[in-house]
């Protein structure tokens, strides 16, 4: 037989759609987990979680029997178990996690647009769309895994712990609280890493400039709010507008901002939708020219 009758098989097969996204959500966790400096940021992340661990774990103890060793031990360290304490573990969290998803996203668009691997995403059958939401998921997923996830854990525990009406009823506003507020933390800053990454060329590059970006966000817009008296000019600053939508979620009586939360909301979306924007343009364009 001739060789120019000869052919390649047909692909008989059908493509996976909706789910090409986790393609790359795999790939990145293949690529983040393994590294030395991830796992140190993750076990400070850790750290934090088996601390509040063991402060309501003390606390049920002190309050199921105050008469005990191990109650009279603790009773003098503040270990009350409210609303204010998950506020309070997820906003030191926050900074952890920010480090985290920094180390983390600072390289994931910059690195394969200067290792040339764009082509070889788009060259099979991922979109943009994919593509994007891969990136952004990895970050989001990894953030709600160190945030969200264990906070209801521990609200399942202490319940488990000091079982009761009372404890059910106070905390059964918690999860809710607990899931918007990680989602605001979480969110806004994968966008803000993966902006940087989309704009810039390196990893380096990207880790100073939202570094600088989010100390100039705490500080000037608090500044410029003293010299002028103005404290609208604060509600610029997207971490304390955050914070301040944390506060009211969790019912505390300390509001980082001296604003409504419905002007922060509005403020952390849209920046958020901004920088969504920047990463959704880069993307895209990046597919146009495969």
């Known amino acids: 037989m001739p060789i120019f009758d000869r052919s390649y098989r047909a692909y008989d ?17 293949r690529v983040i987990f393994p590294t030395r400096s ?41 270990l009350k178990v409210d609303s204010e304490l998950f506020y309070q573990f997820l906003t030191t969290q926050s900074f952890l996690l920010f480090g985290m998803i920094l ?3 600072a390289g994931m668009i910059c690195d394969d647009v200067r290792n040339n691997l764009m082509e070889v995403y788009f060259s099979k059958p991922i979109t943009w769309v994919d593509y994007t939401l ?20 521990l609200v399942v525990l202490h319940n488990i712990l000091a079982p009761g009406w009372g404890t059910l009823e ?17 969110v806004p ?4 890493v993966l902006a940087g990454s989309a704009l810039l060329k390196n990893q380096r590059d990207v880790t100073i400039s939202v570094v600088v970006l989010v100390i100039v966000s705490f ?16 509600i610029a600053s997207i971490p ?19 604003l409504s939360p419905w002007h922060s909301v509005i403020v952390v979306i849209s920046i958020s939708l901004l920088f969504l924007g920047v990463i959704c343009r880069k993307v895209h364009r990046c597919e146009v020219e495969v």
């Open 103 to 105: 180390y983390a996203g």
């Open 170 to 186: 106070a905390a059964i506003e918690w999860p809710l609280a607990i899931s918007l507020y990680s989602c605001l933390i979480v």
């Open 134 to 153: 891969g990136k952004i998921l990895t970050l989001v997923l990894l953030g709600l895994g160190l945030s969200a996830a264990p906070a209801i854990l």
């Open 240 to 258: 304390r507008s955050i914070f301040n939508i944390g506060a009211q979620l969790f019912s505390v009586d300390s509001e980082p901002l001296d």
């Open 38 to 78: 991830f796992l140190v940021l993750l076990g400070f992340c850790l750290a934090h979680v088996v601390l509040r661990l063991l402060q309501i774990v003390a606390f049920d103890i002190l309050a199921s029997n105050p008469e005990s060793s191990i109650a009279r031990l603790v009773k003098e360290f503040p």
């Open 219 to 234: 500080v000037l817009p608090e500044s410029v709010s003293n010299i002028f008296d103005n404290t609208w000019i604060q």
């Open 189 to 192: 800053c994968s966008l803000v």
């Open 13 to 29: 097969g059908q493509l996976r759609t909706g789910l090409a996204w986790w393609v790359i959500v795999k790939q990145e966790m």
